[in-house]
Structure formats: structure tokens, C-alpha cells
């Protein structure tokens, strides 16, 4: 019996051993992955100066990122990391793509042509006004203001009026050329993709979005497209990133299907009743997205660059998949500041560029219009302006109710003002503070000076 006993003791020293160490790749693993994907995206596709971004982009965020080692192969496209030598993860980089997360296989993609650039239109020199309906001083002084803020770390500052670019900065070491990452910004991108597909009759938003893990009785079938776009579906999922093991976390830097992450999660609220904020339910769409444009023999890859980043001459725009091929579009594209804005005039024209309608008409008053159970803070896949039932008050003061906005990590914005026809694109890397108290005023200031 003694001998049996420890036996027994042994197997579960073992048994914990490989569960602690399986637990600590994990933890591991999000970190060495988090700066991995992040480097090569930065240095492969934004084009800048390797070293500024490993001395740079990983700071004032968990002192355990500074024990992570990377390792760049310029001949590859390849950046990998490792947490004490656990943890491994690799980011590659391919043409179209941008850089995915190495989780298994990764799977081939067709190749993607590259998208003509359309200019917006300058109408800004830092000479005297040629509008009579911008007071240039005061965006001057709005953009002073908003660069001399080291807490908030601008990066660029973009303002267009009817179209026409009337102010526009970059911080040193990023420029016009620039791609910026969209961090959430990107959820208005699936958005607007769905959109595509509601114009073309390809999916219906009252209609169940169809996730083949609730096939059968499974009540999670009778989430609908719109309950996703409005972060309504009721399925649960812990947006949280400071904790490794959450599902945002495991979903972003070590899942190989993104899309799967949200789809096995359980139903713990009626479809419809609650909101929740989840980026496990873009990723969610996206993937459904995907599996219902292939049904009908439309090209996923190329849908948005298409449908979209072409007629919108969106040269720099770039959607990067997980290791299964699909977007990760709740938080990986890269777009100029300038691209940014051109997707902002898209929705202030009410989907219609160049005389062709991209959108289904009133699909801009749709994602600005809240969620039932938001308490008018959101609409689908859009922020909005409106105050609270209980006295919450409008995240940007000075800005109308019925502006609505892109909002991204780390202070990444683009606001559409639909009464002025006023789109202003803010990046930057926002961190130790709260990022909207401090752009709010700069909105505000520029909203003021434009008549």
C-alpha cells in the first residue's frame, strides 16, 4: 500500500507539474505574443525603425513584458518571443496581410492586388484660411495643445471638413505615409463590411447568425446579426487585459480560430437583453461573415479590399488574419491617419463614394443608433455621444449628441460629426491615463473652431 501511495503522490506531483507548467506557457505566452505580433506589424508593415519600436512600444505596461526576448529576422518577416524561455510565440509577415500569430499551421491565402491611392483633397498649407468656415488659429491652437500632452502621446492629428483636409500633424518618427494600428477601431470596419453584405443582399440583420456550433436545438441560434453588431448576442466572454487568462486575452495571442473563442462561449443572457462590450463577438461576425460570402461564392479575402478599401482608395489599408485566415477585425488593420479619415466620409456620406453606393442607405443612422440595452452609449460596432439615463454624462462634452466614433486601445479615434461634416482622426499610444478625458477637449476645441 505505501508503495502504491507513492506511486499515486508521484503521478500527481507529475500531473500538477505539467498543469503548472502548461499554465505558465499560457501566461507566458500572451506577453511573448502581445510584443511579437505587435513588433512585426510595426516594423514589417508600418515601416518603422526597428529599434524605436522595441524601445518604444512596450513601455508603462506590465514590468514582466520586460523580460520577454525578441528575436527579428529581417530575411524572414519574422519576429518571435519567449518569457524566460517559455512562452514561445513567432509573428510572420505576408504581402496583403500584414503579420499573423504562428498558432499551428497557418493556413495560405490567395494573393491580394494592391489598392490605387485616391488623395483627399489639401486644403490646408499653415498659411492664411482658404475656408471662411474654419477658424485656422483655433485648430492650431487645438493641435498645440493636444502634441504639448507627453501623457497622452499623440501621434497624428487629422482634420476634414466636407472632405478637405484643413489641419493635419504627426509626432516625430511618423508621417502622411504612415500606417497606424486600429486597435478597435477596427470593429467599425467589420461593420461596415457587414453592411456590404447587407447591400448585396447576402446576409439579412434580423436574421440568426449562422455559427455552426449552435446548430440543432442549441438555444444560441437565435442570436441574430444585429444582436452581434450591437454587443447584444448575451454570450459570455471577460474582456479583460490585464489577466492572461482571459478570453480576450487567450483569443488575441494564442487561439487559432478567433472566431471560435466567442462561438463556444455560453448563453448566460436572453439574445437581445443585455449589452456587453466583446471583441469575442467581432471576431465572432467575421468568421461568420467569411463562412456565409463563401456559401455564395464571394471571395472573403478580397471583400473588403473590394468592396471597400478601393472605391474609397484606401491604398494603405491592411485587415490581418488569425493562423486560420480570417480577420482578426475586432483589433489588427493598419490604415494611414488619412485612409482613417476617408472611411469617416464614407459614413458622412451615407455609404456613398464617388456616386456609387457602398452601403445600404441609412446604414450610417443604423450603427449610430443605440442598442436597446446600452443605455445610449453604443450603437453597433460604433461609440456614441448621448448621456446616460442616470446621469452618466457624454464621453466627449462640447460635441454634439449624434457624433459617433471609431474608438480604439490606447486613444485610437476617428469621430464623424455628421452636422458640421467635420471627420477627425486621432492616433497615439495613451497609456497610465484614461485616454478620451484627454482628446475630449481637443475634439471639442476643433468642433468650436469650425463654423
Known sequence: MTRIALIAAALAVAAFGLFALQKADDYAGVGAGYMAKVACSE????????????EGEFNDISPALERVRLKIDTEARTVTGSFLGVGRAEAVYREGYGCTLKRGAVDSLPPLAAVDDKP???AFQGTPAERDDVDYAAVEAALNAAFADEKAATRAMLVVKD???VAER????????TPFLSWSMAKSVTATMAGVAVHRGLIDLAAPAPAPEWAGEDPRAAITWNDLLQMQSGLAFSE???DPYSDASQMLFRARDAGAVAANKRLIRPPGSHWSYSSGTTNLIQRTLRETLEAND???????????????GMASAVLEPDSSGTFIASSFMYATARDWAKLGQLYLNDGVADGARLLPEDWSAYVATPAAASDGFYGAQFWLNHPGTDGRPKYMPGVPDDAYLMAGHEGQYVLIVPDKRLVIVRTGMTRGIEPMPAVAPVFAAVYAAVR
Do not use: K, N, W
Request: hydrophobic share 50%.
Open 298 to 312: 464571394v471571395g472573403y479575402h478580397a471583400f473588403a479590399r473590394d468592396s471597400l478599401f478601393a472605391p474609397l
Open 120 to 122: 483627399l483633397p489639401d
Open 240 to 242: 479583460i487585459y490585464d
Open 163 to 165: 472632405g478637405a483636409v
Open 43 to 54: 516594423i514589417f508593415l508600418a515601416d518603422r525603425d526597428a529599434l524605436a519600436v522595441l
Open 170 to 177: 504627426y509626432a516625430p518618427g511618423f508621417t502622411r505615409e
